[in-house]
């Protein structure tokens, strides 16, 4: 299904299940393996949060996170916003964290990336190179498991033909098949050739509200950043009316660039290459009371 989609929209496709790479190796060092075992998906808060304006007080612990979706010491990935309370400043969260469990400490593997006050260009950061917290805000949207080994869905793609980003792509083409029911899926995919259309959000809120799509893309800083970007991605088919980001994804690499993936900027020589999973349970955990299509981008 997701290959005959992906050759829609790319030159070349192929999906298959393989083996797990080794997670902990090159280029990934995450805490954990793999991305199987118990594999759930939780959308935490929402950009009601954020805009039309702040409401700082939101703040989440991914500890707390794996035991409300009943899987403590979960292998979590993800893209959120970082708790500004803990920096300081509004930045993106790239979540890379192997909670905490009865045996095991916390391993926070995230990265943070915001604007660098110095030349306004980004500054991607190991979290825990100055923080040793599990903290977030606002928002974020992770795929869980228990870390293991084990088989998972192989997409490669490379060469885009269509409009739509690879993330988009996969999330349509799982409508397209399976309809009213809601499938997501989660893992994390490296963009290996190429150069992408990545956003940060400003180290300051927005003084004023935000209250279009466009006052949004104004307030955002968007950059043109080089592959290898390792990304961390959560997408759901559709909606069925919990009022769920249907897809988010953000991207680090070693070298100093990252934020929040819109789409590959070099459609003839971009290579994707990811290790997913479809999740078995989804949690919706402080869904906002107010809410709107405004920034979901
Ligand atoms: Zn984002």
Redesign the pocket.
């Known amino acids: 299904v997701l290959q005959k989609g992906l050759k829609e929209n790319f030159a070349d496709a192929e999906v298959s299940v393989v083996d797990c790479p080794d997670l902990t190796k090159e280029p990934f060092h995450f805490p954990a393996k793999g991305i199987c075992g118990k594999p759930r998906i939780a959308d935490v808060g929402g950009v009601p949060y954020l805009i039309p304006v702040a409401q700082t007080e939101k703040v989440y612990d991914l500890n707390t996170v794996a035991k409300e979706i009943e899987l403590p010491g979960a292998f979590i990935l993800g893209?959120?916003?970082a708790s500004s309370k803990i920096l300081g400043v509004n930045a993106?969260l790239i979540a890379i964290v192997q909670s905490k469990s009865e045996k095991k400490p916390a391993v926070n593997g995230s990265y943070i990336a915001q604007i660098n006050p110095a030349d306004k260009g980004c500054l991607l950061e190991k979290y825990s190179s100055k923080y040793n917290d599990c903290e977030f805000g606002l928002l974020a949207n992770l795929y869980a498991s228990e870390g293991q080994p084990g088989k998972v869905i192989e997409v490669k793609a490379n060469g885009r033909t269509g409009e739509l980003n690879f993330v988009t792509c996969l999330r349509q083409t799982l409508e397209k098949h399976y309809g009213e029911k809601p499938v997501g899926m989660g893992g994390t995919f490296i963009i290996q050739k190429g150069k992408a259309k990545i956003?940060i959000m400003p180290t300051e809120f927005s003084a004023c509200p935000l209250n279009t799509d466009e006052d949004v893309n104004n307030w955002l800083k968007f950059f043109e950043m080089k592959a290898p970007l390792i990304c961390q991605t959560v997408f759901v088919s559709r909606d069925p009316g919990f009022d769920l980001r249907v897809e988010?994804?953000?991207c680090f690499s070693h070298h100093g660039e990252g934020?929040?993936y819109h789409q590959d900027t070099s459609p003839d020589s971009v290579q994707y290459l990811g290790y997913l999973l479809p999740a078995e349970q989804l949690f919706r955990i402080d869904r906002p009371q107010e809410t709107h299509l405004v920034g979901r981008d």
Do not use: D, K, N
Request: glycine letters at 20%; aromatic letters at 0%.
């Open positions: 893209a959120g916003a993106e956003h988010h994804t953000h934020g929040h």
